[in-house]
């Protein structure tokens, strides 16, 4: 556990992102790859792979594989090494790249495995809030003025909506196109020639990914994809986070987190620090995507700088997404929010008034679209 | 025509996105709306208001309105005003937001209608560079050094699927995500009540825009999505227009551009001009995608500050972007592929001998997928 | 005057940054170079080249230039085929990068002579706040919650020490790192060997910008400087306009815009509009400057891409950063300060009582360090 | 040690920057303070909290405060209460975020001692290939076309003239502007009144941080600058970086890393890894520049999301410039620089011939600059 995770809600998907689970994705790479080899018949028994995978990927201590790898600049050089020592079949057609881009599409895919629940359980809190305050009149506030009344129903159910674009969209990047990667060393599949696209076929099957529909070791779309859904969940809960830290005002007090953070200073305080700490986590989201977004011209057959840049950003960005969906279902369980609080500020202001409208009509089908 | 347009590729897509073109897109959605109103009969003859709205985006100017604008920090305020003299019927149970939205939406409509054409052709030229030269071999190159040896059909496959997958996200994005806006002064609907729905309904259709699942004024995932398609553009474009680049050096030479540049100080030298400015145009693209994706948790129930940060930067992105296909096009059309040079570097350096793998199967099979 | 300049703020600082004065700054480099070679006796009389310039800068169609532009990617090497029919000396020696990078600290100078008045106007009005505020008690809010009592005084003495140092920077930076740039074809100055540094300097007290202290064709330090002294403004800007907004709300009512917006829906809305556009203006900066440290890494002797990746955003930070100092110097002129909301504001909240500590002394040292 | 900080050259740095370090510097704030605190005479003898932050500095799980830390949203709180049951005098009159400014500034501090050296190593590593190289020929590339010659002392010249000016600005921003921060609960110095400034002075004095000219919780200029200032060095870093990778190329060779890296597929390889690490370290800073600029308008007086982040973001910057810094000096010591394939490239091409210019001049004023 790190000092910073848990603040920002990382806690759970960080054990998904650590040094640790990195090496097990390269190590559970070259196991699947290894079996893919065996099944079409370009290695015998790869039992042996996949007992020294099992084997680096529990006791290798990750910061010695870090050591090993800077000479060449990624850590699988010195893993296969090391494989290889107990396993020559290791690695067999394969260049670093392959395992490294299988590797960091596990990663994610596992790391998903974390924030996908955690952000579904935001998004159906909202799904609570709006039925429990589908009729709840509130002041609507447009450029943070008072204009004309809605309910807290509404507002929620906008939450929400956005939310569960979020997940639909992260969802479809995970099942198509967290996909494994093969090429060997310029990717040609020469290694493997002729059962190239069989061995592809079957890595992907044995790693639990997609397959992809061609070599993407320097097309890299489907990491841009990745980080830009993982960006736009970010929008998302910093969006919801940022209407509670509002709502939760002193001269508001319409809403109130269950917890609530205290201060060092004044006890009196109870901070929406759930709200607060989903919304700093969120607003490290921009700069990683740009990042990525920014590494997507690797050099011809493999990235000269570009491909490496990859690394360290997916894992914060997956990492700060998956904290900022954790710290919203915080802020969203048992958000305390208080129609009297509501009422009076509508009474007390411009907004009173006028026609509910759609209010609950919006509402309704925002429920019925998730049913 | 601007000085800068024409030189990143942008002269054609820009025509959908200056000033007369937003202003004739909030003159559209005036008149969408109005229709859409009439039809619901919540106003009687919408021409008063569709022949305003015609002369107005016609005949007024731009800067006048902006000058105007500035009072209350948007353009639509006093269009409205300028309209109602007219036509009272307009702009009826709206608030500017919608109008300006949904004109968002079709100005990026309108310049993906330019966009995805130029980048449909550069997707076209690296599917004919693929398929002319399935088998000329050539030097793979990783990390910049020879590797082994590869195809110049299987690097322009990968080019071309990069460009194909974004053309895909993009034709999504414009089909699926590029809606009207509709929802009044709080987001309620509660000036067309009860007729809200069939308002919306009707608008979208008339504004020839997808129709929403609810109301999207501070829930703004598809604005994430359609920076981060663009953004994804960007880079599938860049990573081609690197290519170029690097393969048309001096002493490469395995790729020419038909037109080349000069310089005010060597005539001798042909530049990859085209190329470059694609990978200027496209370099500008992360750093508007993140601010777009900043921009995404607006306050409330209208962003003070947040909402206002979309129009320049989203404009700029599709600007960008569209000259970055444009000049990619240009640059591929007619590239220059030197076979011999590439023999020559190949039998010069470590890349030589070694198999050729399924370099040509992944040609074959990116080109089936393409049919 | 363009349909969005007005509405950011950004109409007195777009008239230094549009194409005419992009013109003009190249053809006043041409101009001041001819100047310098006449002064080391490379060419005889400057003034065909002189006027040559003045009538280019004045009369040449800038859209007409992007034109030509295109083919070679930068409109310096249509312009000096132009300038050389009239007056055949002209761009002795240089290249096409000379000119169009001392056409852009031309251009960053004047820019930042309308944006430093606008940036220090702001600022002397917080001054003013703080000086007719120093002792008006008001309720401390920490993540937005009531924390304990401080002055308004004390506030806007916060405000204005953000602006001063953003001041101080860009006018450092204004002074010392704008500089001409000369190079020559590869950045040896061999076109005016063995006057090089003679006419450098000449070319700098003509241009009347910084000599520096070698060639920068490839050494962009000057440029990220620039770049992040206005991200630095814009934060400074976005910290007041954030807190002008939060203090204006309905609820708080504690200032107020002396103009203040109106809404298209809802009549009784006083928008702080000054300040919401200030944000949004700011809030296009952070993208802008990672764009332009992006491009720090041309290749070798002229980047292919990363330099003509700086005009278009350079032009965009400029732009938005101007608009953003003008639009918070609206908001701040007659900011309407309520010190008996703040009172009511502070009796109301659990931030009462307590001690006011040394609030005033703040106050007084921050405006000795001004004065 | 993690897997990742040796690879992209951070193995140094990071134990600045890691949880311990940032427990450290909490506890030498706190120390700090109250040392400062006794030095007026506001608490007694302060070596109990002294021992009390000593203690905690070595033995506290950071992981442990971690988790604490979650309830509140940042890990002073408990490390306040943790250090109170054993030194009651502790923290008296700040608030969390004086200690965690304080200590986000300590950290920088010493990350910097560290970065700076290794930054240094490698431009003087540039100003000795300079020196070495000031009269060796070499193609001049433009837009990567051989354009004219030069030298590669006039390369070497410019790359160590952008490392020096990073230098210079880091240097800069680390002894003027790195302050310690105190204000108290809303930042008025309430806790220490009436010796707040004494308690100031006093405390930066101890903690060997600069003293601040005002109360900079919600001013956040320092926090820009370092950002910007590391973001420029990281661009200058990747020029470098950026030319040794093209340099190396297999057609060009001329250069050539001492060390080289290998590869998993292909043992003949001699990869210039430490560029390539070093490049992809450098690209990693304008995403969190951006972000640090972002997070530069923290509401009233604390903010409720971008204060908190700030952290991540900076601590990332510092342990990415210093990675880039680090691999670049591993780089470039040592680098094997072919004066013969120079001569080669430069004979083969259309850049042969012309004047060498005020090459040797350029590369003279440069040592001379440094000495």
Chains 1, 2, 3, 4 share one sequence.
């Not at 509670?244 to 205290?262: C, D, M, S």
């Amino acid at each position: 556990v790190s000092l910073w995770d848990p603040v920002f809600g990382a806690g759970a998907v960080a054990a998904e992102l650590d040094d640790r689970a990195w090496l097990r994705a390269m190590c559970d790479a070259e196991a699947a790859l290894a079996g893919a080899c065996a099944e079409v018949g370009l290695i015998g028994d790869p039992r042996a792979v996949a007992e020294a995978c099992a084997d680096l990927a529990a006791n290798l201590d990750p910061g010695e594989l870090g050591r090993l790898a800077a000479a060449d600049g990624n850590p699988v050089i010195p893993l296969v090494r090391l494989l290889r020592e107990r396993a020559p079949d290791a690695h067999l057609g394969a260049t670093s790249q392959d395992i490294l881009d299988t590797a960091m599409m596990l990663v994610a895919y596992r790391a998903l495995g974390v924030l996908l629940p955690e952000l579904a359980a935001a998004a159906d809190a909202c799904a609570g809030l709006a039925r429990r305050h589908r009729d709840t009149a509130m002041a609507g506030r447009t450029l943070l003025q008072q204009a004309v009344r809605t309910t807290f129903g509404a507002l929620a159910a906008g939450w929400g909506a956005g939310l569960d674009r979020s997940l639909a969209l992260l969802r479809t990047v995970r099942a198509d196109r967290l996909a494994v990667q093969l090429g060997g060393a310029a990717g040609t599949l020469a290694g493997w020639h002729p059962h190239g696209p069989a061995v592809v076929a079957a890595f992907a099957a044995r790693a639990g990914l997609a397959e992809p529909a061609g070599v993407w070791h320097t097309e890299r779309t489907r990491v841009a994809e990745l980080a830009a859904a993982l960006g736009t969940a970010c929008g998302a809960v910093g969006k919801v986070a940022t209407d509670v830290v509002l709502l939760a005002q002193t001269e508001l007090a319409e809403v109130r987190e269950a917890a609530g953070g205290g201060s060092s200073a004044m006890p009196h305080k109870r901070n929406p620090i759930a709200a607060v700490t989903a919304r700093a986590a969120a607003a490290q989201a921009p700069g990683l995507v740009a990042t990525l977004l920014g590494a997507q011209a690797p050099e011809l057959q493999r990235g000269a700088g570009p491909w490496h840049a990859e690394w360290q950003p997916l894992t914060a960005l997956l990492r700060t997404t998956g904290g900022a969906a954790s710290r919203l279902r915080d802020s969203l369980r048992g958000l305390q929010v208080d129609p009297a609080a509501m009422a009076r500020n509508l009474a007390a202001g411009p907004a009173d008034g006028g026609h509910p409208g759609h209010a609950a009509d919006l509402v309704d089908h925002y429920l019925e679209r998730r049913s």
